[in-house]
């Protein structure tokens, strides 16, 4: 199983990015998805979690500006971001609880899996 976030680029402030991460491998079921980010000499920050539902919660920085979603179907988490900020520059991680298929009769072990991360850069 591996997360693999795409979508990071160069914005200019105020400019909009649609981040993904879609999980690959055998797997059960994914719980929460979530997005993290890290800014340079910064510790790793929650940016937004989605459950299974689509039950979600946001950082208050980002809040009105971020919009985190998924694709079930598709076993991959978005995050829409728009009116970016330079304050938004750092690598984002997206993270998921998923519970691998190892075969028939296996048991249900729901593990944490993080992505390699994404940078994007917000110019001002």
């Known amino acids: 199983v591996q997360l693999q976030a795409s979508g990071g680029g160069l914005v200019q402030a105020g400019g909009s990015l649609r981040l993904s991460c879609a999980a690959s491998g055998s797997i059960f079921s994914i719980n929460d998805m979530a997005w993290y980010r890290q800014a340079p000499g910064e510790e790793r920050e929650l940016v937004a979690t989605i459950t299974s539902g689509g039950s979600t919660n946001y950082a208050n920085s980002v809040t009105g500006r971020f919009t985190i979603s998924r694709d079930n179907a598709k076993n991959t988490v978005y995050l829409q971001m728009s009116s970016l900020k330079p304050e938004d520059t750092a690598t984002y991680y997206c993270?998921?609880?998923?519970?691998?298929?190892?075969?028939?009769?296996?048991?249900?072990?729901?593990?944490?899996?993080w992505g390699r991360g994404t940078l994007v850069t917000v110019s001002s």
């Open positions: 993270n998921a609880m998923i519970a691998p298929y190892y075969g028939p009769g296996s048991k249900y072990r729901p593990s944490e899996y």
